[in-house]
Every structure is written in C-alpha cells, then in structure tokens.
DNA sequence: CGGTATCCTCGCCGATACTG
DNA sequence: CAGTATCGGCGAGGATACCG
C-alpha cells in the first residue's frame, strides 16, 4: 500500500481515540464488534430496544441463554457503554438493565440485521437447497 | 429415502412460517445469525461489499484468518446463498468470490453496523474509562 | 431474585502437512 | 494458487453449587 508509515499512524490514531478499524486485530473495535455480534450480544440488544427488562425477564427472552453467560454479556455491554444496569437494595433484589442512548444507535443497527434475516429466511432456505441439489448435479 | 423425505417436510414447513425467529433456540435463522456475525463473517461480508475477490486477497484484506477458518466462513456464506464462488480450471487454480444480490443485501447491513463502531469507537473508550472509576467512586 | 465460583467438556480455531 | 486433512490447545460456555 501507498502509506509507508502504518505502525506509527495506527498509534498515533489510538492515543488520539480516532476512528476504529475493524481490519486491524489489534484495534478495540475488533472487541467492541466481537461484543455486540456475539452470541448472546444480539439477542440482549435487541431485547432491550423493546424496553427495560430485569434479569430473569431477559434470560426468558432470550431463551436458551445460562446464566453465566446472560451475565457476562451484559457485563460486557455495560462496559462499552450500551447497557444502563441499576440495582435496587430492596429484598428480593432488583435489577432493571436498559439501553444507553449510544446503546440505542448500536442496537438499531443490529435489530435491522436481525430483522432482514428473519423476513428472508424463506429465501435463505431455497437457496440452502439449490446449493444442495447443485452437488448432485455437477 | 425417510431422511430426504423428513428434511423436506421440514423445508417446507419454514418456507410456509413465511418468517424466522431468532428468539426460538431451533429456529434456523439462530444459526444464519451466526454464520453472518461470526468472527470472519463479518469482515467477509464487508470486503466482498467492495467488489469480486481471489481467496488470497480476501486472506490478505482479512488480516488474522487462518485458511482454514476463511474457507470455513466462505462455504458457511456461499450454503446460505450470500457468497456465489467461480472457480476456473486453468493453472495455477483461480477461484473469485462475489456477493449475490441477497448477500449485498445482508452485508449492507452489516457494514452499517461496523462502520458505526469504527465512527463511535472515541465515545465507546470514553464510557470504558467511566465506567471502570465508577466502580470507586460509588 | 440476581447473581458469583468452580469444575469440566466440547468444539473452535490455529499450526502443520499434504494435494490437485 | 486454492484449498483439504489431521492433530492438539485452550477458551467459550454449560452444569452445578453456593451467596447476599
């Protein structure tokens, strides 16, 4: 490539918390994206675009999801600013999660990816097929 | 055979829901979801957004995936319609990697949400440091 | 209720070697 | 050049038990 000085441009950009680039593995936006595509990071997001949820409201939602892994994305989530986690010291316990309004943008944005999947799921399953019957074929 | 003959029921019992849900554990909209957040999926789909790639390429514009792991998420994306694959029988072999039209479709998204990361990557470090004196202070 | 701590397994993934 | 085959580690993630 043209730019003979990448290692020196790459610190530099991190110290002044420039834009991110997805391209670089050492580059925190590779984490943040590994986050937010995660698993479970989906599923916890769009969830709380509906709303506030407690705990066990989120892992019924989100079925299938352990506890462990509930809390340690939303760990997670909370740490990159998306999620707003606030306990109350009341017996029993209670924890209201809610999305940020940054958390908001990121999950808009992944609500729509959801969303384009589930309405052309159809489509995704015919061409499952076409590529399987295209073996035989060929 | 009774296999083929249950796998299409099944085929055809998704093509009639008509719509996926990624909240049902079995639904396979889960595993297209996760083929298309993937660790490398991502960055696939996105490089392939820029135009027709040889496997090389996309190893060296992907930077970090192992060969492995590229043709793992290449096959994965082609079986779910997204990446079309042209292979030539000259030598040395060339094989070019493309979106289909409903790969586009999918990686526009993605890539929506990416470069959303790498534009807001300032303000995520910033609520990182927040949070970690919050722990303190409180 | 809303977690944490611990153990343990499964499969993701990298490294290496080999092929057309 | 563009893969596949095989092995091995190691970490994600489930199960269970326990705590505030």
Redesign the pocket.
């Known amino acids: 490539m043209a730019e003979s000085e990448r290692s020196g441009r790459l610190a530099m950009a991190m110290k002044e918390q420039q834009r991110g680039d997805v391209y670089a593995p050492e580059c925190p936006s590779r984490g943040v994206l590994d986050h937010v595509t995660?698993?479970?990071g989906v599923l916890v997001l769009v969830a709380l675009l509906e709303g506030t949820h407690?705990?066990?409201?989120l892992r019924r939602k989100v079925a299938?999801?352990?506890?462990?892994?509930l809390?340690?994305t939303?760990?997670a989530l909370e740490q990159d600013g998306f999620v707003l986690?606030e306990?109350y010291p009341v017996i029993?316990?209670?924890?209201d999660?809610s999305l940020t309004p940054m958390g908001r943008e990121v999950a808009t944005r992944v609500e729509e990816l959801a969303e384009w999947i589930e309405e052309n799921l159809p489509r995704i399953m015919v061409a499952r097929e076409q590529h399987s019957t295209r073996r035989r074929s060929s």
Chains 1, 2 share one sequence.
Do not use: C
């Not at 407690?54 to 409201?57: A, I, N, P, V």
């Not at 299938?64 to 892994?69: A, F, I, L, N």
């Open positions: 995660s698993r479970w407690r705990f066990s409201s299938g999801v352990s506890e462990k892994m809390s340690q939303l760990q986690r306990a029993p316990p209670r924890v999660y």
